[in-house]
Structures are given as C-alpha cells and as structure tokens.
C-alpha cells in the first residue's frame, strides 16, 4: 500500500502565500512524476503544476509565475510554494504520484487533498 498525505492547506488573505506539502509513505521503490491539481466547488478537478523525479516542471498558465513545485526524493515528498494568492484559487488541492512499488508494480496514487481559501 502507497499513502500521500498532504497538508498546509487553510485561509489566507489575497495577496498571502501558502506552502503545501505532500508525503508519499509505504511500499514505496520509487516514485516517477509527482503533481498537484485542484478543484473549486462546482467545478472539475484541473491540473495545477508537477515535476518528474528529475526536477523539470511545468505549470498550469494560471498559476505560472505565482506557484512553484519542488521535490525531496529522499523523503518522497513534494512541495506547492504559492504567492501572490487570489480569491480564484480557492480549492481542493490533491497531489498525485506515480509510484513504483516494491513490487515493481506502477500505481498513480491520490491524497485526500487540502483546503485553499483566499479571502479578499
């Protein structure tokens, strides 16, 4: 079994940063790509940023300049570095990996996700 657990979410003012982190934990060999994506009420889930285990990135235009990922690969965890946060970025935030497991197995795996609100 693979578990992410992310966490940092909460209620910010517009304008304000948050710094979310999520940690992969259990049957773990290695992990490939690692990403966040969000989703706001009423809306579909939509890509936010990810990195490859090699640290090349890429953003969603709406977040780009704001936001920025990072990785600990000795401690499976990835990072969401947000400034300059805004109303529109309330959401859900969920980070996703793809796991190789100790069995060599390949498992995209989900966290519960975290709550952005951004006051205005």
């Known amino acids: 079994q693979v578990q992410l657990v992310e966490s940092g979410g909460g209620l910010v003012q517009a304008g304000g940063s948050l710094r979310l982190s999520c940690a992969a934990s259990?049957?773990?060999?290695?992990?490939?790509?690692m990403g966040w994506y969000r989703q706001a009420p009423g809306n579909q889930r939509e890509f936010v940023a990810s990195?490859?285990?090699?640290?090349?990135?890429e953003y969603a235009d709406s977040v780009k300049g704001r936001f920025s990922i990072s990785r600990d690969n000795a401690k499976n965890t990835v990072y969401l570095q947000m400034n300059s946060l805004k109303p529109e970025d309330t959401a859900v935030y969920s980070c996703?990996?793809?796991?190789?497991?100790?069995?060599?197995?390949?498992?995209?795996?989900w966290g519960q996700g975290t709550l952005v609100t951004v006051s205005s």
């Open positions: 259990g049957s773990i060999f290695s992990i490939n790509a």
């Open positions: 990195i490859t285990r090699g640290g090349s990135a």
């Open positions: 996703n990996a793809d796991v190789v497991t100790t069995t060599r197995a390949l498992l995209g795996v």
